[in-house]
Structure formats: C-alpha cells, structure tokens
C-alpha cells in the first residue's frame, strides 16, 4: 500500500473512532442520569454503568482468539453494528436491559479499540509507530471530553440524545465500510492456538511481555485512581467543590496533551527508557502527595504529572507491541494492554480510596509512590 493511500486510511480510521467513542462515553452519562430519574437504586445504577467496561474486558480476552477463526475486518463491522442496534433499548429504562445492551456495546468498543490500535500499527512505518499511536491515544482523550459535553447540547431529555448517540456511531461505522483494511493472515505454527482459552491467551502475553503489561495496569491505576480521589482529598483539605472538580479536568489535559510528544519521542528513544522517566516523575508526584496538607496547591501539578506521564505507561506499551509485533502476536499483545490498563482502571478507584480512607494524605502517597517504584523497576525491554 502506499504512503498516500495508507495516509488516508489512516485518516478514516481515526475519524471513524472519533465518533463511534463519543456516544460511549455521552450514553454512559445518559443511562446513569435516567436511571437516577426512574428511582433505581444507586447500588443497582453502579452495577449498570460497570456493564460497558466489563464488556471492553471480554472482547479484550475473547479476541486473539476469535480472528484465528473470523476475519478480523468482519468482526470489526459485526461488533460494530451490533453496538449501535442496541442503542434504542438504553432508553427504555428497564434496567438489565439497559446492562446488557451497555455491555454489547462495550463488545464493540472493545474490539474496535484492540483492532484499530493494531491496525494503525500495521499502517505507519516503523519509524512513526509512535507519533501514530500517541496521536490516537490524544483522540481517544478527546472522546473523553467530547461525550459528556454533547449531552450539554442534546438534553437528557426524551429521545434526541439517544438518536443523536445512534446517528453518531452509524457514522462511524459508515466511514470504515469498504476501507481497505489489512486482511489478517494466520501464522500456521500458532494456528493451535486457536484451541487455547481466553486465560491461556493471556497467560501466554503475560510471560512474553510482562514488562508491557505491568506498565500499562499502572497507567490504569495512576490515571483512573488520582482521578476518583484526588478531588476528594482537595476537599477535605478545604477546597470548594468547583475546584476539586476541575483536578478532573486537570488530570484531563494532562492525559490529553502529554500522549502525543510521548508518542514522537519514543520514535526516537526507546520506549522502555521513556516509561521508566515516566514512572520517575509519576514518583517525584507521588512523593509531593505526602507535603499536600501543608501546600494544598501541589494538588495542581501532581493531577497532570499522574494523568500525563501516568498515561504514558500504557501508550508507551502500546507503541512497543505494535513496533515489535505482527500478525496473530499483535493482536494477542495489543488486547492484553487493553485487558491490563482496564483492570488498573477499574482497581485505581478502589485501591486509591481504601489508602486514603486507612491512611489519609500519607496511606495515599505511599500507594501512589509504591506503584510508582514498581513501574521504575518493571519498565525493562526483553
């Protein structure tokens, strides 16, 4: 394929993701708030709202596996239009209906994000894997933003967001269909492979690129945990709750401005060099979280270091798997990534909470810097 054509698909390929990842993130703020209004339980409401990121933790496991028997480009459409017929039964209010249709589309956000994150490798030269990756993890940031806020011009009122979120994701799907993308060729000493389990697939990426992994659970935790506890220290130390709301947003633009200067840098310098500067300065924040009684404004630098140089961890690893790897191999490393950096997200809040809960601003920065020495240490090429 030439560079021109490749370009262009490129292009698509980060269009297509762009509007297929903003309804995820409006319909997960939409459900919640209908939910809410129909008097279902707030235990019950967290259980749903789980239900989409579950179903990105069973395509992440489910998928090296399954394109050693379909296509990957028809899973890819498959997944993708059953993600989007299922948007009308979000608003029906009925509340398993409501979890099984977020966790089909989770299914399809979760393989287009292993998919396209492989594909994307297989599409740039060598040299570009990681301003290419790191543009795409910057767009996925910005989905973060964009989903919440369309919700700021639809309403959650009546029928016009859901219709909005389906018209959206049919986009798409329809900037993709007929797109040239590359056919998957199975490598016949691995096609045994295919008799293997979801766990055995994940072992098997565990033992081969285990630094890759432990790297990318990290950012998980540091992004997802700092996030969900961070404005909670800010106020109990005083801070108003527009302030500590904005250490979201902090955390935010860090993630969002930091994954690309990554991304080009390690085009240049090995990526295990630059995770372990990462994990160092994730460290050096880690350590100011122990002066933020006495220097609340510390909370300010430390929520982008930890969103940023944090979320570097996983975009790093993915730049490493998808230089290094081809074919079967890259999808079995890409979907591990994915499956790791969503059980760190998943276990950020509850482990971050628990130290700030058992041991006040000090338990929390222990955690963060333990975490922190881990990543320094683990950030080893093999």
Known sequence: MSDARAGRLIARLFVAEFLYVVPFFALGTLVTVDLARGGTAPALIGVIASAGWIGILCAA???PLAVRRIDRRTLFHATSVAGVAVIPLLATGRPWLVAVALWTVGIAGGVRWVASEAWLAQLVAPD?????IGGFETMIGATIVC?????????FDGIAPYA?????ATAGVAVLLGAPLPADSVDAARAHDARDGPIASLVRTWRAHRPWLVAAFLGGVMEAGIVAVLPV??????????????????????SLLLQLPLGALSDRIATARLQRACAVLTLLAGVALFAVETLPALHWPIAFVFGGFGGGLFTLSMVAAGRSQRGPALIEATAGLVFAYNVGSSAGPMLAGAALDAGGAAGLAAVMVGLAVVGVGGGRER
């Open 164 to 168: 909005t979120c389906a018209a959206l």
């Open 233 to 254: 220290q800010a106020v109990q130390l005083g801070a108003t709750a527009g302030a500590a709301a904005l250490l979201v947003s902090t955390a935010g633009a860090g």
């Open 61 to 63: 496991l489910a998928l």
């Open 128 to 132: 570009a894997v990681g301003k290419a």
């Open 147 to 155: 989903g919440p806020a369309l919700l700021a011009f639809t309403g």
